[in-house]
C-alpha cells in the first residue's frame, strides 16, 4: 500500500493490509478530498485514465455535487464515463459517524458488466457456433467430392483387380503345365529306358508351350504385383481424406508428396482430357495439416479438370523463398469473366450445373488456406485459362491466435 501521507490512526494498519490486496481500486480520504492512502488497483486505473498522474485522477472524476451529497448524508454511488474505461462506478462512504472527516472511495470497473458481458457471451456462442458449422461444412464438401470421386476411383482399382485375377487364371494354367511335364519327367526318370523316352518328352514340352510360359511367367507376375501396388497406393491416396482434422496439429510436410497424391486419385477423371505437365522445384517441408492442404489441392485440380471441355493441358509448379513457398495449378480451360472475379471465393458461388457445383470447393479451400496463415492468388483470361497460386508460410507464427 503506498501511502500519499502518513495514514491517520483512523484506519488501521489491518484496513490498509486488506485493502492492498484487493484487485478493484480502493483509496482513502478526507473531506477536502485528499488522498491519504491508494491500493495498487487504484493506482493502476489512475494511471491508465491519467498516464503520469496518480490516484487522485480517480478523485476527479467524482461531481461537486457528488461530493455535497457524500458530505450531507454520508454516502454517494454515480457512474462516469471515461476514454479507457466507458463505465465507472464510484462509491463514497464516510464512517459510521456522520460527522467522520474521513471516507473510503470504492471504484468498480464495470464496462464487461450487464449489457457488454451479455453481448460478448453472445459473440462467443456465435464464434462457437460458426466453428462447428464450418467444420461441418468441410465435411460434408469432403464427402461430396468424395462421392464424385468414388466412381473414378472404383474404375481405378477395378482395373487393376480384373487384370491381377485374369493373369492368376492364366498362372494357374501355366502351373497346370508345369506340373504334367514334371510328372511326365519324373516318370521317364523311373522308367526302364529313360533315354529312349527322350522324343516323346520334348513332344510334350512342345505341346504345352513351355518355352512361351518360360518368356510370359515373369511379365504376369511383375505385372500382378505392379496392379496390387497401385491399388495399396490408391487406397492409401484416400485415407487421407476421410481424416477430419479438427484436434490434429500442424507439423512438416512434404507439400508436392501431397499433390502428387491427390492427383493421383483424380487423375482417372482427367487422363482423357488433359496433359499434364510438372514444373517442380523442391520445397522444404511445410508446416501444416497435410489432409486439408490436400483437400485444397483436390478442389483445385477438379476445379481446373471441369473448366477444360474438350482437351487441355494443366500444368503444376512450385516454387519457395525462405520465408514462403507456392504451388500453382494452372489450366488451358475456360478462364474466369471479370465480374465472377470478386464472388470465385463466396460461398455457394458457382456457374456450374446442379449436381455438378455446390460453390463450395473455393470457400473451404481459402478457409483451411487462411487458417495456415496463406492466400491464394488468381489469374484469369477468360478462353485462355486460369492460375490458381497457394501461398504458404514454412512455418506457422508461433504467437497470437490462429486466424479463423
Ligand atoms: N479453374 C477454373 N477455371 C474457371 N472457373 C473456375 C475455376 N475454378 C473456379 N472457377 C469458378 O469458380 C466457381 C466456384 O468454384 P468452387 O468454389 O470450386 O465451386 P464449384 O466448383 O462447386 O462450382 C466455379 O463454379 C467456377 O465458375
Ligand atoms: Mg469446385
Known sequence: ???????????????????????????????????????????????????????????????????????????????????????????????????????????????????????????????????????????????????????????????????????????????????????????????????GQREELLQARQRLDIDYIAGDLPNLLKESREGIERVTKIVQDLKDFSRVGRDQKMQPADLLQGLDSTLNIVWNDLKYKVRLEKHYTSLPPVECLASEINQVFLNLLLNAGQAIEQRGTIALASGCDEREVWISITDSGCGIPPEAMPHLFDPFFTTKPIGRGTGLGLAISYGIVAKHHGRIEVTSKVGQGSTFRVVLPIHQPRTGATAA
Not at 466507458?86 to 462509491?91: G, H, I, R, Y
Open 1 to 195: 500500500m503506498n501511502s500519499t501521507h502518513a495514514p491517520p490512526a483512523l484506519w488501521s494498519e489491518d484496513a490498509l493490509w486488506a485493502a492492498s490486496t484487493i484487485d478493484f481500486p480502493i483509496l482513502f480520504l478526507d473531506k477536502s478530498r485528499t488522498v491519504h492512502a491508494a491500493n495498487p488497483a487504484a493506482r493502476a486505473l489512475a494511471q491508465r485514465i491519467a498516464p503520469g498522474g496518480g490516484p487522485e485522477a480517480l478523485v476527479a472524476l467524482v461531481s461537486d455535487e457528488g461530493w455535497a451529497t457524500a458530505l450531507r448524508q454520508g454516502d454517494w454511488q454515480g457512474v462516469v464515463q471515461v476514454d479507457a474505461a466507458p463505465a465507472l462506478s464510484l462509491e463514497i462512504h464516510f464512517g459510521h459517524a456522520r460527522d467522520s472527516a474521513h471516507c473510503v472511495m470504492v471504484v468498480v470497473d464495470i464496462s464487461e458488466r450487464g449489457e457488454r458481458k451479455r453481448q460478448y457471451e453472445e459473440l462467443q456462442r456465435t464464434v462457437d457456433r460458426l466453428a462447428s458449422t464450418q467444420e461441418q461444412l468441410l465435411q460434408s464438401e469432403k464427402m461430396a467430392s468424395i462421392g464424385q470421386l468414388a466412381a473414378g476411383v472404383a474404375h481405378e482399382i477395378n482395373n487393376p483387380i480384373g487384370y491381377v485375377g485374369s493373369n492368376l487364371a492364366t498362372l494357374q494354367d501355366y502351373a497346370t503345365a508345369l506340373l504334367t511335364l514334371m510328372e511326365k519327367y519324373h516318370e521317364a526318370l523311373f522308367s526302364e529306358d529313360p533315354a
